[in-house]
């Protein structure tokens, strides 16, 4: 059971990946295509500034706790 739970939370977060990249490749073709920016600039720092926390979170958190498995 826990094998079958890590197996689908890594096709789980490789779908997400999948379509994050596709949203971004979506907003630069509509941007150009409009001749205009395609996502907000507030919005696109905060979603990097997410991304950048988030992964910083983990790398922290598994180095102060050796037994966190993902």
Same mark, same amino acid.
């Given at each position: 059971? /826990?094998?079958?739970?890590? *197996?689908?939370? $890594?096709?789980?977060? #490789?779908?997400?990946?999948?379509?994050? &990249? %596709? $949203?971004?490749? #979506? %907003?630069?073709?509509?941007?150009?295509?409009?001749? $205009?920016?395609?996502? /907000? #600039?507030?919005? #696109?720092?905060?979603? %990097?500034?997410?991304?950048? &926390?988030?992964?910083?979170?983990? &790398? %922290?958190?598994?180095? /102060?706790?050796?037994?966190?498995? *993902?």
């Amino acid at each position: 059971m /826990a094998q079958a739970v890590k *197996f689908m939370g $890594t096709y789980l977060m #490789l779908g997400s990946g999948a379509f994050w &990249i %596709l $949203t971004y490749i #979506l %907003l630069i073709q509509r941007g150009f295509k409009d001749q $205009t920016y395609g996502m /907000a #600039l507030v919005a #696109l720092c905060a979603n %990097l500034s997410w991304e950048f &926390i988030g992964s910083n979170f983990f &790398i %922290l958190l598994r180095c /102060a706790n050796h037994t966190y498995q *993902f």
